[in-house]
């Protein structure tokens, strides 16, 4: 049971958290921080906070769990401002799409990655943002994955795993390095294209038609083209090495299917789809069915 | 009125224009061809033909509507096939994902494009192949581009035009060129890279996880991924030049992006992402949801 729960950014992942604590009675009391005063009035108006304060530092100051959830470029300065004010026995998780980064933001504010501090990641979400767009079941048979370092205190990692848990997360455990890469390869590669198909097509002299033209799985394709710029931005930023290299050996296995294309070679291309779909049979359709109709891919 | 309709090729779009034209009482008597005689017995066995021929020349011997839905590649072998055995009244139409090729096997077979040749294409289609994909609302609000070149008979197009209408489709006519560029762009560019991006993953190192971790929008991103790999060669061999064109843009574009994720080009990246969610926003979220749940974008 969570006492009271500070949620700096008060979005979809932040809110959807409140409510599904509120929803499985695991929380007492809530408290919202974030930079839109609009977007806090209306959590407090849909009953998703109790409350809310301005500054994170009042925010954090009776809390025994922290969830951040702001866009990875404001966590560093979330960790500044709660430094001074957080309880002792208090526990920081946050919600960030790329890890290597937050422990950076550690180490920058508070010289070490902190006990207390529990870098997390719930693999879920959906293409909107605001309080507006969040609900109690986004976690509901989700994965969330924990990223520890040797310095992190286990009672902490325990508390994090049990709160995912309490709202019907899986919860899994990895490092730090190896999070980065797999999510570069499932999640922030997918989204570059998307964006790159979508600006692509716009800048081509017949978009009219093109996007006239284009049918309902072309809609499927490019929805995560309509996530929020700036929380790209800051994983494109974040997770740079890691997205470059994918972007870099999607760019050659791009090359190679046009030269085998220019070549005529139907044996070869053959190969590449029979291969693709085998291994998209194997794997994907293996993955337990997203709830409630959203295809969350967030992060 | 059909009086008879030859569907050569009765899978997911044959046999779906089939079931449309029966549901909506347009059609005398159908009749189906193809290389497996399991796949048509299975059809007859669901009314979705009232009968069989094995060779295309007897199947369209007392057609007055032809409609050729076999792979691109095929499409030649069946024009040699009923060339000398076609009624002079009869109307022949297909559903290729390219029309230039179509226009060349017409001239290698025919030594012209004939006045009763109506190249077309209907933009609908799941990832699923086989008669027992096919279903009669695959064509409803769907659009379906006509080719006709200046020797094709006016006549034979308004018959090709009436039948899709009756299926509840959106007839539409442009140049055999533009269509080939827009297709490149809308629905060959997304296969593609769909395809390459499964292949990619599978081919990584780490996949177990990569799979294992990714989300229901993965599943959304990849499904086109599933496609009939024969049919999938035969577009990329029948519009090369202008899919070889598309990648190479695209792989700019993704040069171009990891550049500026290399260089933390935080003003670059949001204007990218921004205008991209501009672009789907305006172009995309204007188009009609596709019906019965079914993302069509075949070819």
């Given at each position: 049971?969570?006492?009271?729960?500070?949620?700096?950014?008060?979005?979809?992942?932040?809110?959807?958290?409140?409510?599904?604590?509120?929803?499985?009675?695991?929380?007492?009391?809530?408290?919202?921080?974030?930079?839109?005063?609009?977007n806090l009035e209306l959590a407090l108006e849909l009953g998703v906070i109790d409350d809310y304060a301005r500054d994170p530092a009042d925010a954090v100051a009776d809390a025994d769990m922290v969830f951040i959830a702001v866009p990875l470029?404001?966590?560093?300065?979330?960790?500044?401002?709660?430094?001074e004010r957080l309880p002792a026995h208090a526990v920081v998780t946050d919600g960030g799409s790329v890890k290597?980064?937050?422990?950076?933001?550690?180490?920058?504010?508070?010289?070490?990655?902190?006990?207390?501090?529990?870098?997390?990641?719930?693999?879920?979400?959906?293409?909107?943002?605001?309080?507006?767009?969040?609900?109690?079941?986004?976690?509901?048979?989700?994965?969330?994955i924990l990223t520890p370092v040797p310095e992190t205190d286990p009672w902490a990692v325990a508390r994090v795993r049990a709160m995912w848990e309490q709202v019907g997360s899986e919860v899994?455990?990895?490092?730090?390095?190896?999070?980065?890469?797999?999510?570069?390869?499932?999640?922030?590669?997918?989204?570059?294209?998307?964006?790159?198909?979508?600006?692509?097509?716009?800048?081509?002299?017949s978009h009219d038609d093109i996007f006239r033209y284009a049918a309902g799985g072309f809609r499927d394709f490019t929805?995560?083209?309509?996530?929020?710029?700036?929380?790209?931005?800051?994983?494109?930023?974040?997770?740079?090495?890691?997205?470059?290299a994918m972007l870099g050996c999607f760019g050659d296995e791009i090359r190679e299917l046009a030269n085998t294309i220019d070549s005529a070679d139907a044996e070869g291309l053959l190969a590449l789809f029979e291969r693709a779909r085998a291994s998209r049979e194997r794997y994907v359709d293996g993955l337990e069915?997203?709830?409630g109709g959203e295809s969350g891919m967030l992060g």
């Amino acid at each position: 049971m969570i006492k009271r729960l500070a949620v700096i950014g008060v979005g979809l992942i932040g809110g959807s958290l409140a409510r599904a604590l509120r929803a499985a009675d695991a929380v007492g009391e809530i408290i919202g921080c974030g930079r839109s005063i609009e977007n806090l009035e209306l959590a407090l108006e849909l009953g998703v906070i109790d409350d809310y304060a301005r500054d994170p530092a009042d925010a954090v100051a009776d809390a025994d769990m922290v969830f951040i959830a702001v866009p990875l470029g404001a966590i560093a300065g979330v960790f500044a401002q709660i430094k001074e004010r957080l309880p002792a026995h208090a526990v920081v998780t946050d919600g960030g799409s790329v890890k290597g980064s937050v422990l950076v933001d550690a180490h920058r504010v508070f010289g070490r990655v902190p006990p207390w501090l529990v870098p997390g990641h719930p693999i879920a979400g959906t293409e909107r943002s605001g309080v507006s767009s969040s609900f109690p079941e986004l976690y509901q048979n989700r994965r969330v994955i924990l990223t520890p370092v040797p310095e992190t205190d286990p009672w902490a990692v325990a508390r994090v795993r049990a709160m995912w848990e309490q709202v019907g997360s899986e919860v899994t455990e990895m490092s730090v390095k190896h999070h980065d890469e797999v999510l570069a390869a499932t999640s922030h590669l997918p989204h570059m294209l998307a964006f790159c198909l979508v600006d692509r097509l716009a800048r081509m002299q017949s978009h009219d038609d093109i996007f006239r033209y284009a049918a309902g799985g072309f809609r499927d394709f490019t929805r995560i083209a309509s996530s929020s710029p700036e929380m790209w931005r800051d994983i494109c930023l974040a997770n740079a090495d890691a997205l470059s290299a994918m972007l870099g050996c999607f760019g050659d296995e791009i090359r190679e299917l046009a030269n085998t294309i220019d070549s005529a070679d139907a044996e070869g291309l053959l190969a590449l789809f029979e291969r693709a779909r085998a291994s998209r049979e194997r794997y994907v359709d293996g993955l337990e069915p997203s709830s409630g109709g959203e295809s969350g891919m967030l992060g």
